[in-house]
């Protein structure tokens, strides 16, 4: 019996490979977009734009009063924890998108068939959602301080206190990313993800003024302090209060030390120790 051979055209790729590092790269690129809905459907640009331009009126806001009366009444410290209801909307609302659909539609495999091991794919995931909580936070604090410097306010400009503010931004970027996409990526449901997330903030932010007065009619003003480490904002405000000597957000100050800090490194750790567990489950599927 003769053999015959054919020749269907293939070819050994004999291109440039860019190696893991812009596979990572790529990845977090593609989340960052998914993240403001960029190209996507022009419904899903519609809550991360309107949330992204309502962080901005307060900074805009403050500049004209800073213009009409050369007084600043709105600290760079306490932005975040004045909108943290806008960024919560943004936290739960855009978390879901980017860890859903892998799972919902069990592509995780698919990404591990490639040089994308779960930590990297985590890792992307991550910094991602980092970046586009912190742009929300940073770009109005740029804005009032350029608008500050512009105005020519009486005295020095508040470059310390602008510069911590923007620490602070990011740390607290990261701790809300971690948390919100470990306790997204619990369900595939994008409905189910953003009820979740929206549920846990809610729970600590309504539960802290109840444990803080309840202590405080206790007389244990020492002890109602503690109660403001619950919630995630004045959490990160606490370790700004302590890293920076900022004025404090809440009624009656934080704990002083480190603790703060500890406790936020531990949320994150938490939040890297689901994200790592839910992801092997998944990609072994």
Same mark, same amino acid.
């Given at each position: 019996?003769?053999?015959?051979?054919?020749?269907?055209?293939?070819? !050994?790729?004999?291109?440039?490979?860019?190696?893991?590092?812009?596979?990572?790269?790529?990845?977090?690129?593609?989340?960052?977009?998914?993240?403001?809905?960029?190209?996507?459907?022009?419904?899903?640009?519609?809550?991360?734009?309107?949330?992204?331009?309502?962080?901005?009126?307060?900074?805009?806001?403050?500049?004209?009063?800073?213009?009409?009366?050369?007084?600043?009444?709105?600290?760079?410290?306490?932005?975040?924890?004045?909108?943290?209801?806008?960024?919560?909307?943004?936290?739960?609302?855009?978390?879901?998108?980017?860890?859903?659909?892998?799972?919902?539609?069990?592509?995780?495999?698919?990404?591990?068939?490639?040089?994308?091991?779960?930590?990297?794919?985590?890792? %992307? &995931?991550?910094?991602?959602?980092?970046?586009?909580?912190?742009?929300?936070?940073?770009?109005?604090?740029?804005?009032?301080?350029?608008?500050?410097?512009?105005?020519?306010?009486?005295?020095?400009?508040?470059?310390?206190?602008?510069?911590?503010?923007?620490?602070?931004?990011?740390?607290?970027?990261?701790?809300?990313?971690?948390?919100?996409?470990?306790?997204?990526?619990?369900?595939?449901? !994008?409905?189910?993800?953003?009820?979740?997330?929206?549920?846990?903030?809610?729970?600590?932010?309504?539960?802290?003024?109840?444990?803080?007065?309840?202590?405080?009619?206790?007389?244990?003003?020492?002890?109602? &302090? #503690? %109660? #403001?480490?619950?919630?995630?904002? #004045?959490?990160?405000?606490?370790?700004?209060? #302590?890293?920076?000597?900022?004025?404090?957000?809440?009624?009656?100050?934080?704990?002083?030390?480190?603790?703060?800090?500890?406790?936020?490194?531990?949320?994150? %750790?938490?939040?890297?120790?689901?994200?790592?567990?839910?992801?092997? &489950? %998944?990609?072994?599927?």
């Amino acid at each position: 019996m003769s053999t015959e051979i054919y020749d269907i055209g293939y070819r !050994r790729y004999d291109g440039p490979r860019l190696g893991s590092g812009h596979t990572n790269r790529a990845l977090i690129v593609h989340s960052l977009r998914g993240v403001f809905g960029l190209g996507r459907a022009a419904r899903s640009k519609i809550v991360p734009v309107a949330l992204a331009v309502i962080m901005l009126l307060p900074a805009v806001v403050t500049i004209a009063m800073m213009a009409l009366l050369k007084e600043r009444d709105l600290a760079y410290s306490a932005y975040a924890v004045i909108m943290q209801p806008v960024i919560a909307i943004f936290m739960a609302a855009q978390a879901p998108t980017l860890v859903g659909p892998d799972l919902r539609y069990r592509v995780l495999p698919l990404y591990m068939s490639r040089p994308v091991s779960v930590l990297s794919y985590i890792g %992307a &995931k991550v910094v991602a959602m980092t970046v586009a909580l912190f742009l929300i936070v940073a770009v109005p604090l740029v804005l009032m301080f350029a608008g500050e410097l512009l105005v020519d306010m009486p005295g020095p400009p508040a470059t310390g206190e602008f510069l911590g503010a923007l620490t602070t931004a990011l740390v607290l970027a990261v701790l809300l990313a971690t948390v919100s996409l470990a306790i997204a990526s619990l369900t595939p449901r !994008r409905g189910l993800g953003v009820a979740s997330v929206s549920a846990v903030y809610l729970l600590s932010l309504a539960a802290v003024p109840v444990i803080y007065g309840t202590l405080q009619s206790m007389n244990e003003s020492a002890l109602a &302090k #503690w %109660a #403001w480490l619950l919630n995630p904002f #004045w959490l990160v405000d606490a370790v700004q209060v #302590w890293l920076f000597n900022s004025t404090p957000s809440s009624e009656g100050g934080y704990p002083a030390g480190p603790v703060p800090a500890l406790l936020t490194l531990a949320f994150i %750790a938490i939040g890297l120790g689901v994200l790592a567990l839910r992801y092997r &489950k %998944a990609a072994a599927q």
